[in-house]
């Protein structure tokens, strides 16, 4: 059974920093494109960030670049989310997932999804 497992979300004030962990069993991790994907209340989930299966590649959305920085250490099948220089428009429900290809902006070219982690951020 595949589980992702996304912990570190929580209440913090602009300009603040927070680190979401994207703990992944039952699959083989390594061989997984991972990515965070956010949703507002009243909004459309959208693309945050990805990272390829070795780490060698990532993205980010235009609105997180330069603020946000994702990565990897698969011996732990662990991805990272720091998210630095927080906004109050930054507030939304994190997402983790994970996929063997598609889409890497799209939510439908994603497999699998954790449950999601909370971050707000307050002005």
Do not use: H
Not at 72 to 85: C, E, F, G
Not at 100 to 109: A, C, K, L, P, T
Request: glycine share 14%; with cysteine; hydrophobic share 35%.
């Amino acid at each position: 059974q595949v589980q992702l497992v996304e912990s570190g979300g929580g209440l913090v004030q602009a300009g603040d920093s927070l680190r979401l962990s994207c703990a992944a069993s039952g699959l083989m991790f390594n061989i997984y494109r991972v990515g965070w994907f956010r949703q507002a209340p009243g909004k459309e989930r959208e693309f945050v960030a990805a990272i390829t299966w070795g780490g060698g590649s990532t993205y980010y959305a235009d609105s997180v670049k330069g603020r946000f920085t994702i990565s990897r250490d698969n011996a732990v099948n662990t991805v990272y989310l720091q998210m630095d220089s927080l906004k109050p428009e930054d507030t939304a429900v994190y997402y983790c997932t994970a996929a063997r290809s598609g889409v890497i902006w799209s939510s439908g070219g994603y497999d699998y999804w954790g449950q999601g982690t909370q971050v707000t951020v307050s002005s």
